[in-house]
Structures are given as C-alpha cells and as structure tokens.
C-alpha cells in the first residue's frame, strides 16, 4: 500500500477531540446514498411506466396500421395475405373503427366500437386474454339471427360500472351517423346484448371501448365489404419503420402506413423528456452532497496544517499531499455510492410489494385507475442506467476532492510549523 493511501485512511477514523469531522464525513457519505438511491428508484419507476404503459397500449392497438386513401380498404383479406408475407410480421387483422353512444336505461356514455374478426383477431391483440367475463364467440350472432338472439358486444369493466350493465343485459349503441328519412337525419339504433366484459388494466379502454365482431360493424356503419384498415404486429416493435417501408414497397395501390410511433408520439416523448429532467433534478441531489465532501475535506485540510508540514519536510511532493486527501474525498464517494445503488436497486426491485404493503396498512390507493393510465407502481431496473449513476456519482465526488486537495498541496511547512 502507498503511504499516500494509507494515511488518506487513516484520515478517515477521526480521533476523539476531532469527532466533528467525523460526523461531517457520515452525513457526506449518507448524502450521496441518499441521492443515488433516490435518483435509481425514480429512473426505475419511470422507466417501468414507460414500459407498462407501451404494454398496454399495443396490447389493445397493433404495432402498425395499414390504411387505403378513400372511403374504406375493399380486399383487404387479399391485402392481409402479402402483409403476412412479409419478414418480421406475426400477424395481421382488418378492422372497423367508429364513435358512437351507448345507452341503458337512463345511462348514456361515449365509447369507440371496434369490429375485429374473430379468426385473427388474437393475432394483433391480447383481447382474448383480457377477458373478465364471457367469450370473444358471443359477438359471432349476426343482426336478424333466426333464432331472435340480440347480436354480442364485448365492453371494458369501467364502461359495465358506469352503465349498471353485465353479461347478459341488454344495451343499445346510437351511431352519429344518422339514416336519413323523409323527416330528416335520424341516428342509427341498434341493440346488443353484453357477451361478455374485458379488463385491459388501463382506465382508458376499459371505460371508453366496446368491440363486436367484423360482419356486424360492417353493418351497422353501412360500409358494406369494407373495412377501415388492417391491423399488423410484428417481431421487433422497434424495427417498425423498415417493415412499414417493406409493407408499402409490396403494395400495389393508394396505402399508407401509420405506426405505433406515430401514433403515440406525443405521449412517449413526453415520458421520455420528462425522464430526462428528473435524471437532470434528482442527480442536483448527488451535486449538492458532493459539497459535505468539500466542506468536510476543507476542514480536515485545516485541522492537519501539522501533518502537511511534516510530510513536507519529510519529502512529500506535492501530488503526494493531493492524493490523500484525494482518496479520503473518493473513498466517501465511493461508499455512499455503493450502499446508495444497493439500497435502491433492492427498493426498486420490491418497490410494487412495497407499495401494496402500504396501501393495506393505509387503507387508500397510491395510483387511482381514473386519474392515471395505470393501477400499480411498475418499476423496471435497467443495468446500464444504474452503472451511469454510480459512475456519475463517483465523478462527481471526485471532482469535489479536487479544490480541496489542492488548496493542501500548496500549504507552505515553514506556515503550518510556525506556532508549534
């Protein structure tokens, strides 16, 4: 061991009269645990929502949407078939989109109506898997069944609270779109019967999205063969744009592609920028308990004057004087950043176990379904981003033994041996 290293140690196991210091040097060290810890778990969450958040909206909305300029897209099984064709490309489904009212007793409410075909369908969505009550074969009965059964439609939890409605009930969905008569635009009614009741997890398709079956939609928004366009999931969700370009190269004809990316663009690049400003805020935290380590170096500075002046007498250069006091700044950094990533990734990782353990002992919900996009606290690690705080937290306190240090190297012996 370098004496340079050993008494830069040594420096850090104060003696009795100078307790002080030694209390300033634990409130540096707890600082910087403090601040990586803070800055691993929000980075976590965050990175968590982000991912959750993607998880449910291309649960319920496929990575790409091919369109045709116009009214509605005509072959579009044909169209389906050379997408499915394509490398990277896992499924492919077409459907009809439209806005309508829906109504039960003296409940009304909004919601998109999704015809989907059944056959494809689970292809493109995790629909089939979200079911809470009831199939995805209730919404097959077609209008004017022979055997007088209401054709199915399949609504989100939230919408079923709201309207008082279960499996079994009877509703009717009110198109805009009105049939006009002798005595003027008349909105289109229609009566369903509730086959069954998803749970996507996420407030927003749960309470505004109700789905029937491809034939049925057709029918009610008088599109006739057309559908609005097909649904495509690929491989690699990050890969979209080079298969969307391969999809419109293959396509003969007026098509256009709009993907999940563009789709969601605002939203994602808000989560992204505001990642980037909490990265920016919270590693303020580290900064600041990088200063203890100044003050606290500062003080240890004026407090050996004596021991400088010896070693400087005794030959120390003054890079030597610099380097321990350099490793009496790092070796703070360095314990407070390891406990400060321990102590955060192990939160991060338990952080939902956490967040319910609370929420049973406080009886009240930390995320309300209504106000945000999820129900739960996600948190996802990211191993490269944690080695960025440790790494950057160790910069950073190594940059503030460096004023402190050097204000040491230049201390004169004849100064600091003058009054002993």
């Not at 009550?133 to 007088?148: H, M, N, R, W, Y």
């Not at 009110?174 to 003027?184: F, K």
């Not at 749970?199 to 599109?223: P, T």
């Not at 580290?286 to 070693?311: F, R």
Request: aromatic fraction near 8%.
């Amino acid at each position: 061991m370098s004496y340079e290293l050993f008494i830069g140690l040594r420096y850090l196991k104060a003696k009795r009269k100078q307790s002080f210091i030694s209390v300033i040097t634990f409130i540096s060290i707890f600082g910087i645990m403090i601040g990586v810890m803070a800055l691993i778990i929000v980075i976590s969450v965050m990175t968590g929502f982000e991912e959750d958040l993607k998880e449910k909206i291309l649960g319920v909305n496929a990575h790409m949407v091919v369109m045709e300029l116009g009214s509605g897209m005509k072959e579009h099984e044909a169209v389906a078939g050379e997408i499915r064709g394509v490398t990277g490309v896992i499924g492919a489904s077409p459907y009809v989109y439209g806005q309508a009212m829906i109504s039960r007793g003296g409940g009304v409410t909004g919601a998109v109506i999704r015809g989907i075909d059944l056959a494809t369908i689970g292809d493109v969505s995790v629909l089939p898997r979200r079911m809470k009550e009831g199939t995805l074969d209730g919404v097959k009965v077609p209008f004017a069944d022979e055997s007088g059964r209401l054709p199915g439609i399949i609504i989100g939890a939230e919408l079923s609270r709201s309207l008082g409605v279960y499996q079994g009930d009877e509703i009717k969905v009110i198109s805009p779109q009105g049939t006009m008569t002798a005595a003027g635009s008349l909105p289109r009614v229609a009566a369903f019967e509730v086959a069954g009741i998803f749970e996507m997890g996420m407030y927003e398709y749960d309470s505004n999205m109700a789905f029937i079956s491809l034939e049925n939609a057709q029918k009610f928004f008088k599109l006739g063969e057309r559908v609005n366009g097909i649904e495509v999931n690929i491989k690699d969700i990050y890969k979209v744009d080079s298969v969307s370009e391969e999809v419109l190269a293959l396509l003969d004809g007026p098509y256009w592609v709009r993907t999940w990316k563009e789709m969601n663009r605002n939203l994602f690049s808000a989560l992204k920028l505001e990642k980037v400003a909490m990265f920016i805020i919270l590693a303020l935290i580290i900064l600041v308990a990088a200063l203890n380590i100044v003050s606290t170096l500062i003080m240890v500075v004026m407090e050996k004057g004596k021991d400088i002046a010896i070693l400087k007498s005794m030959g120390a250069t003054n890079g030597s004087i610099m380097k321990i006091f350099m490793v009496e700044g790092l070796v703070i950094g360095v314990i407070g950043t390891f406990l400060g990533t321990v102590v955060g990734v192990i939160c991060a990782l338990k952080l939902e176990a956490m967040v319910s353990f609370i929420e049973g002992v406080f009886n009240f919900q930390v995320l309300p379904p209504s106000v945000y996009y999820i129900d739960r606290l996600p948190s996802q690690v990211e191993p490269s981003v944690v080695l960025l705080i440790a790494g950057l937290s160790v910069v950073i306190s190594f940059i503030a033994t460096l004023y402190p240090s050097w204000q040491a190297s230049k201390l004169e012996p004849v100064e600091g041996l003058r009054y002993e």
